[in-house]
């Protein structure tokens, strides 16, 4: 997983996490805080990701961010996918329809 793409994203979608923190400020590679001092500690991110539409936005970027891979591979293609009746399938197409992102 692209963890700096993740962050970007959520940060595009309004959602800032902290990250987890060492427990004993002089020594940062022993136990990390709990899991509920994590959430604490979030507590905006998690309000905007529950509350604030936080969670569809993110879903809407990464769905966005799949459909631009989609396009430069069917710039490229030479064949394409045809349907029963011979309409072409377009991947882009199909998945801004299932997902319901808008140009």
């Keep these: 997983m692209n963890q700096d793409l993740i962050e ?4 595009q979608a309004g959602i800032q996490f902290n990250k987890r923190r060492a ?4 020594d940062p590679l022993g136990y990390m805080e709990s899991d509920a001092d994590f959430v604490l500690n979030n507590l905006d991110a ?3 990701l529950i509350e604030q539409g ?3 936005k993110f879903a ?19 064949e394409s996918f045809h349907r029963a009746d011979g309409s072409k399938v377009i991947t882009s197409n199909v998945l801004k329809q299932h997902f319901g992102v808008s140009e």
Excluded: F, M, Y
């Design 8 to 11: 970007r994203l959520a940060a």
């Design 23 to 26: 427990l004993d400020d002089t």
């Design 46 to 48: 998690v309000v905007a």
């Design 54 to 56: 936080g969670l569809e």
């Design 60 to 78: 809407e970027l990464i769905v966005r961010d799949c459909v631009a891979i989609v396009d430069a591979l069917d710039s490229i293609r030479v």
